[in-house]
């Protein structure tokens, strides 16, 4: 109440000064009328006529244009174009009352035509003047303000400067640009004072305190220039959203961010085909298993907005379901969905899922992933990666699923590791069963996704945090990464141009050096690596590679409808032995026999070489179970 009581009072006294200045413009009118000479008592008549008629013209006048819409401290060009009508039409209409009243015998016509003149530049000017002393005490006042240093003095920038006036927080003191056109300009009042190589200069000079990166549509390397110099600078930057997240929105302070390690990546985001994807999903009755896991979840909400005829979600962990439930209640009303919680390896519980909500297309994304674990935990990943995919692949087949979707990984490749050799089991038994039936199977493989549950990222984040030091387990060590929402993008696409018995690889780009993304993770933190944070090696993990790989030798890539999706030329798969294979490899779960399991894999997989020996293996077993025992 209190504030809308101020504001009242506000408009009410610079109603008061508008009007106060309309008597005034008009004497002074008269005075310009007779050459700066006194003005004669016969004109007094005239005057009181023309002051009364005017000043209640003008007061409506004023009020109709809204006048006092707009607030002085950003007057702005509409501002006083509604200010100029005003007058104007004041004007008109006093002149068309005068001659009503007195036929205009007292009032001279000059005069008629200089004091709307003089009211337009006196009230324009008093409020340019207002604003300008604003805007020079706003940019000199310092002590509770952040300075700013502006990266991109182009549209986006202008219109965060514009923002940034209308938050007494801020001071935009410089902007920087690499086009040499604008050095020197001025956007706004703030001069463009250099390119991104004077950010070390212009951070000591004025005093920086934080960099607005103001560049939708920024290249990675561009980005990554900057935060190199702001945090050799001490200084932490903040970015405008990309262009695909902008959607169209404003550009204000608001939409700032810090900058991720995902803008520093090295690679541009994977962009879907909304036509394809459309056609396969809309409509259709989709399941996705292991939904409420990382990639499992993004793949609900992506495909949510596609609007599925019913999505399915099924997880075993009643809290990641109950997470992605609430989340599609609340973000998707209208979505028809499913919650299931159960295991993929009961089979008899999938084929009560199947039966009850008759899918069209799977996605499958239930695996234990974490490399470590399963070395330890071989026959808990047998049954869940191998013989878990085959309950849920014989289902989809069974109930003739239009498609079906397995995500892979690209440890699958020359696998060292019990978890890439039972992901890779998983891809040749779909292989097999594309032999027979109506469902089209098909498999995407693809690299580490950033920030999802265990990867590297988080555990970076987690010991920038308490200090340091980042632990990184080899200096050449690298891996190819991708976000989670370009991994569901990927499974999607693949999805809809797949046409069964094929391998969808993501064209990826170069790996990353882990050792590198831990540099740029300190640095977005505002430190330095090895003086503020310390980096230490700890060793390859059990069955870890040096570098991975995204496909075999023989497997011969091709391009598809889609720009950043190869496919992998499929091996030949003889399904006779791969089925005896599995029927060995299931008795010898059954027998919880380690070691047999070992060699079950690596006869399934000739490729497989395990990082870990057997005599190794064993005595990590005993060490364990000591341990158990203590």
């Known amino acids: 109440m209190k504030l809308k009581s101020k504001g009242m009072f506000k408009r009410v006294l610079i109603f008061t000064h508008d009007i106060g200045w309309v008597p005034i413009v008009i004497l002074a009118a008269y005075w310009l009328r007779l050459n700066l000479g006194l003005i004669p008592k016969a004109m007094l008549p005239g005057i009181v006529e023309l002051v009364s008629v005017a000043i209640v013209v003008n007061a409506i006048s004023f009020w109709i244009f809204g006048c006092y819409r707009g607030v002085w401290r950003f007057a702005s060009i509409p501002d006083l174009l509604r200010l100029f009508k005003a007058i104007l039409m004041g004007a008109i209409a006093t002149t068309v009352m005068c001659f009503m009243i007195g036929r205009l015998q007292t009032i001279p016509r000059s005069v008629l035509v200089l004091y709307p003149l003089l009211l337009i530049g006196i009230l324009s000017t008093a409020r340019v003047a207002y604003r300008a002393f604003k805007d020079h005490n706003f940019k000199l006042d310092f002590e509770n303000k952040t300075r700013v240093l502006l990266v991109g003095a182009g549209r986006a920038g202008e219109m965060l400067v514009r923002d940034l006036e209308r938050h007494a927080e801020f001071v935009p003191v410089a902007f920087i640009d690499d086009d040499l056109h604008k050095q020197g300009q001025e956007v706004r009042g703030v001069r463009v004072r250099g390119s991104v190589n004077d950010i070390p200069r212009l951070l000591e000079e004025f005093a920086i305190e934080a960099v607005l990166i103001t560049m939708p549509s920024a290249s990675r390397k561009d980005l990554d220039r900057v935060v190199q110099m702001c945090a050799e600078g001490g200084v932490k930057c903040r970015t405008l959203p990309s262009l695909t997240e902008l959607a169209g929105g404003r550009i204000e302070i608001s939409r700032l961010r810090p ?255 882990i050792r590198d993304l831990a540099d740029k993770m300190i640095r977005l933190s505002g430190l330095q690596p090895d003086r503020d944070i310390q980096i230490v090696y700890t060793g390859l993990r059990p069955g870890e590679k040096l570098h991975e790989e995204l496909f075999y030798e023989q497997e011969k890539l091709h391009h598809t409808l889609h720009p950043k999706l190869l496919l992998a030329g499929c091996c030949t798969v003889d399904s006779g032995s791969l089925m005896d294979g599995l029927e060995h490899l299931n008795q010898v779960v059954r027998s919880y026999d380690h070691d047999q399991a070992i060699i079950v894999l690596k006869s399934l997989v000739p490729e497989f070489h395990p990082a870990i020996s057997m005599e190794e293996r064993q005595h990590r077993h005993i060490r364990r179970g000591l341990r158990l025992v203590k």
């Open 259 to 513: 900058v991720t390690v995902e803008d520093l990546l090295g690679r541009d985001p994977v962009e879907l085909d909304p036509g394809y994807v459309a056609k396969f999903l809309q409509g259709k009755r989709v399941l996705i298993t292991g939904g409420g896991g990382s990639i499992g979840s993004e793949l609900c909400r992506q495909i949510s907005r596609h609007k599925p005829g019913t999505l399915t979600v099924l997880d075993n962990s009643e809290y990641n379901l109950y997470r992605i439930d609430q989340e599609l209640s609340t973000g998707y009303p209208a979505l028809i969905f499913n919650s299931m919680l159960g295991d993929v390896q009961n089979e008899q519980f999938m084929d009560n899922v199947f039966h009850q909500c008759r899918p069209e297309v799977v996605f499958h994304a239930a695996a234990y992933k974490h490399v470590p674990i399963m070395e330890d935990n071989i026959i808990q990943g047998i049954c869940n990666n191998v013989f878990g995919t085959q309950v849920v692949a014989d289902a989809a087949k069974r109930h003739a699923v239009g498609t079906f979707v397995l995500i892979s990984t690209d440890k699958t490749v020359n696998p060292t590791n019990v978890m890439g050799a039972t992901k890779r089991v998983a891809e040749l038994y779909c292989q097999t069963l594309n032999e027979s039936g109506a469902t089209h199977f098909l498999t995407t493989r693809f690299g580490n996704v950033l920030g999802s549950a265990g990867s590297v990222v988080p555990l970076f984040e987690r010991q920038i945090a308490a200090g340091g030091p980042v632990t990184v387990t080899h200096p050449e060590v690298t891996r190819y990464f991708m976000t989670i929402p370009e991994a569901a993008s990927l499974i999607l696409q693949a999805g809809a141009i797949g046409k069964g018995d094929e391998i969808f690889v993501l064209d990826m780009g170069e790996p990353v050096c």
